[in-house]
């Protein structure tokens, strides 16, 4: 009974969640009309709603049977056991006395440009120092997107506990005080909620996709699972069984080896530190040390609420989700190190300024190769240029209609896949554009003369008029989208409580790309992208013929 209500809850949450978002009902209720009726898709809903043990017991020993599946090996018998043929249904008769839910009550009309998310906007502080930003706005199925971001080190306190941190990320949830790991997962699945945690170097991330009515009680059992947390040994073997299976992984494969190697090329900072760039081999030796005594250590030392910043964005009640935040975690003000605990300083992270550089690492068997390049810019979302080298990069490689896409994709046939993109820094002027491509290893020499004849095209011709317009239009719908979409609206709040800015900083954005002139776009794309500072590797199986 206990399984059946778990597989129960898990089901009608997916269903729930499938039912708010418009593109997953549209192909749900085309697939209930080839089978018969629109409402089919609500007929099952029902139905499990309704079903029992007895029934799924039933269905079990009638359909489950050993003749019925496919394996690898066939072993006849004289007198097989067959499940049922199927049988047409009459469709008309099963929704018979079908009766619906009552229809959801319409959302309000809010238009999520930055002033309205600015207005909207409700700001507090914990006693414990957590800042908080609650954004109430009706939502389909009454949904909350939530964010939650913990602080924590200086470069001091931080050297070599990269791998313990980030153990420490993957083992929260798993156990707490007086809650198993199953009951940890259950109580999450019968509030409806999706959770995810995942720790680095310097921040603690989670991550709750709930509803109104469940989101008090989901922050008070996250609350509980954040800080009485129980790390078990069988857990940490599990996941450390997992990291050593994705660096294995990574270490074969062109994507990971050009990306390591491009992060190792000119790391100036000494193994330990935490913005050093480790090898594969250095990496697993870490995991495999990494002891659960050190995971408990980290946690004690840096985890509170101290610093850290809390934004929910959708249906909520303010002064319940208001209260619930102040019992989870309002007098989480320390660590479990008290007085000892490391202030939370941001590590600096200045531009290393490193000469061109072309590699080729070998990725033997592997039927794709790869390309990445990165360039370091000094420039932050908030520098003067942001804007215009937005558009240069989406007019070259950001965009489904850009330079590259349109000659190495479209053109010439050359690459599955190839883009640029920036990494772009929110507060250092300190920024990486990144250009890849993902293609067969004998394209290589082509698909290298193809992207530098369109950098150089770029860099000596300029863009067009015409492709200035196209990027401008798509960029900025681009930009109302995401602030349409409740989680890109919390990221981008958790990312202002952070450093103490506003929602209209987009609208300034927004207003520079709509004004921005073609000669500027240019002149910013000549100023930055300097090929004699590209860093270029290549992955893959380029046998010589």
Same mark, same amino acid.
């Given at each position: &009974?206990?399984?059946?209500?778990?597989?129960r809850?898990?089901?009608l949450?997916?269903?729930?969640? /499938?039912?708010?978002?418009p593109?997953?009902?549209?192909?749900?209720?085309?697939?209930?009309?080839?089978?018969?009726?629109?409402?089919?898709?609500?007929?099952?809903?029902?139905r499990?709603?309704?079903?029992?043990?007895?029934?799924?017991?039933?269905?079990a020993?009638q359909?489950?049977?050993?003749?019925?599946?496919?394996?690898?090996? @066939?072993?006849?018998?004289?007198?097989?056991?067959?499940?049922? $043929?199927?049988?047409?249904?009459?469709?008309?008769?099963?929704?018979?006395g *079908?009766?619906?839910?009552?229809?959801?009550s319409?959302?309000?009309?809010?238009?999520?440009?930055?002033?309205?998310?600015?207005?909207?906007?409700?700001?507090?502080?914990l006693?414990s120092?957590?800042?908080?930003?609650?954004?109430?706005?009706?939502?389909?199925?009454?949904?909350?997107?939530?964010?939650?971001?913990? !602080?924590?080190g200086?470069?001091?306190?931080?050297q070599?506990?990269?791998?313990?941190?980030?153990?420490?990320? &993957?083992?929260?949830?798993?156990? =707490?005080?007086?809650?198993?790991?199953?009951?940890?997962?259950?109580? *999450?699945?019968?509030?409806?909620?999706?959770?995810?945690?995942?720790?680095?170097?310097?921040?603690?991330?989670?991550?709750?996709?709930?509803?109104?009515?469940?989101?008090p009680?989901?922050?008070?059992?996250?609350?509980?699972?954040?800080?009485?947390? !129980?790390?078990?040994?069988?857990?940490?073997e599990?996941?450390?069984?997992?990291?050593?299976?994705?660096?294995?992984?990574?270490?074969?494969?062109?994507?990971?080896?050009?990306?390591?190697?491009?992060?190792?090329?000119?790391?100036? @900072?000494?193994?330990?530190?935490?913005?050093?760039?480790?090898?594969?081999?250095?990496?697993?030796?870490?995991?495999?040390?990494?002891?659960? =005594?050190d995971?408990?250590?980290?946690y $004690?030392?840096f985890?509170?609420?101290?610093?850290?910043?809390? &934004?929910?964005?959708?249906?909520?009640?303010?002064?319940?989700?208001?209260?619930?935040? =102040?019992?989870? #975690?309002?007098?989480?003000?320390?660590?479990?190190?008290?007085?000892?605990?490391?202030?939370?300083?941001?590590?600096?992270?200045?531009?290393?300024?490193?000469?061109?550089?072309?590699?080729?690492?070998?990725?033997?068997?592997?039927?794709?190769?790869?390309?990445?390049t990165?360039?370091?810019?000094?420039?932050?979302?908030?520098?003067?240029?942001?804007? =215009?080298?937005?558009?240069?990069?989406?007019?070259? /490689?950001?965009?489904?209609?850009?330079?590259?896409?349109?000659?190495?994709?479209?053109?010439? /046939?050359?690459?599955?896949?190839?883009?640029s993109?920036?990494?772009?820094?929110?507060?250092?002027?300190?920024?990486?554009?990144?250009s890849?491509?993902?293609?067969?290893?004998?394209?290589?020499?082509?698909?290298?003369?193809?992207w530098?004849?369109?950098?150089?095209?770029?860099?000596?011709g /300029?863009f067009?008029?015409?492709?200035?317009?196209?990027?401008?239009?798509?960029?900025?719908?681009?930009?109302?989208?995401?602030?349409?979409q409740?989680?890109?609206?919390?990221?981008?709040?958790?990312?202002?409580?952070?450093?103490?800015?506003?929602?209209?900083?987009?609208?300034?954005?927004?207003?520079?790309?709509?004004?921005?002139?073609?000669?500027?776009?240019n002149a910013?794309?000549?100023?930055?992208?300097?090929?004699?500072?590209?860093?270029? &590797?290549?992955?893959?199986? #380029?046998?010589?013929?």
């Amino acid at each position: &009974a206990a399984e059946l209500e778990r597989a129960r809850t898990q089901w009608l949450n997916a269903w729930e969640k /499938g039912f708010n978002d418009p593109e997953r009902i549209g192909v749900e209720l085309s697939s209930a009309i080839a089978k018969g009726d629109w409402r089919l898709y609500f007929l099952a809903r029902n139905r499990i709603r309704q079903v029992t043990l007895a029934d799924v017991q039933r269905v079990a020993q009638q359909w489950l049977l050993p003749d019925n599946r496919t394996v690898a090996v @066939y072993e006849p018998t004289e007198k097989p056991r067959r499940a049922p $043929a199927p049988a047409r249904v009459d469709v008309a008769a099963q929704l018979q006395g *079908f009766k619906g839910d009552a229809v959801a009550s319409e959302t309000e009309s809010f238009e999520p440009t930055p002033a309205n998310l600015q207005a909207r906007l409700q700001r507090s502080q914990l006693a414990s120092g957590l800042k908080v930003g609650l954004l109430p706005k009706s939502t389909r199925g009454q949904s909350v997107q939530v964010r939650l971001a913990l !602080r924590y080190g200086d470069l001091a306190s931080l050297q070599g506990q990269s791998t313990a941190l980030a153990m420490m990320g &993957a083992l929260l949830g798993k156990g =707490a005080e007086g809650l198993t790991r199953q009951q940890i997962s259950d109580g *999450f699945d019968q509030l409806r909620t999706d959770i995810g945690i995942r720790a680095d170097a310097q921040v603690l991330r989670v991550t709750l996709n709930t509803r109104r009515e469940q989101l008090p009680a989901a922050i008070e059992l996250l609350g509980r699972v954040l800080r009485t947390p !129980r790390f078990d040994a069988d857990a940490l073997e599990e996941a450390r069984r997992q990291w050593l299976a994705g660096i294995e992984q990574q270490r074969k494969d062109p994507e990971g080896l050009v990306a390591n190697a491009l992060a190792r090329h000119g790391n100036p @900072y000494p193994k330990g530190d935490p913005r050093y760039a480790e090898t594969f081999e250095e990496a697993e030796a870490a995991v495999k040390a990494v002891s659960l =005594a050190d995971v408990q250590q980290a946690y $004690a030392r840096f985890v509170s609420a101290r610093h850290g910043e809390f &934004a929910a964005v959708g249906d909520l009640d303010p002064q319940a989700v208001t209260a619930a935040l =102040a019992r989870a #975690f309002g007098d989480w003000q320390s660590a479990s190190a008290g007085d000892n605990a490391p202030t939370y300083v941001k590590l600096p992270n200045p531009v290393v300024d490193l000469p061109a550089v072309r590699l080729v690492l070998p990725a033997p068997d592997k039927q794709n190769a790869t390309l990445l390049t990165h360039l370091a810019l000094p420039v932050s979302t908030t520098h003067p240029d942001y804007a =215009a080298l937005t558009v240069a990069n989406y007019i070259f /490689g950001g965009g489904p209609n850009s330079r590259l896409w349109r000659r190495i994709r479209e053109k010439e /046939g050359l690459s599955y896949d190839v883009r640029s993109s920036v990494d772009w820094s929110p507060d250092e002027p300190h920024s990486t554009w990144t250009s890849s491509a993902i293609f067969a290893p004998q394209n290589q020499p082509r698909v290298e003369a193809a992207w530098q004849q369109e950098l150089q095209r770029s860099l000596e011709g /300029g863009f067009t008029a015409a492709e200035l317009e196209e990027a401008r239009g798509a960029l900025l719908n681009f930009r109302r989208l995401g602030r349409a979409q409740d989680g890109s609206v919390a990221a981008l709040l958790l990312l202002n409580m952070a450093y103490e800015r506003s929602f209209l900083l987009s609208q300034i954005t927004d207003d520079e790309i709509t004004r921005i002139s073609l000669a500027k776009v240019n002149a910013v794309w000549r100023k930055y992208v300097l090929p004699d500072r590209l860093l270029v &590797a290549w992955g893959g199986d #380029f046998k010589k013929p």
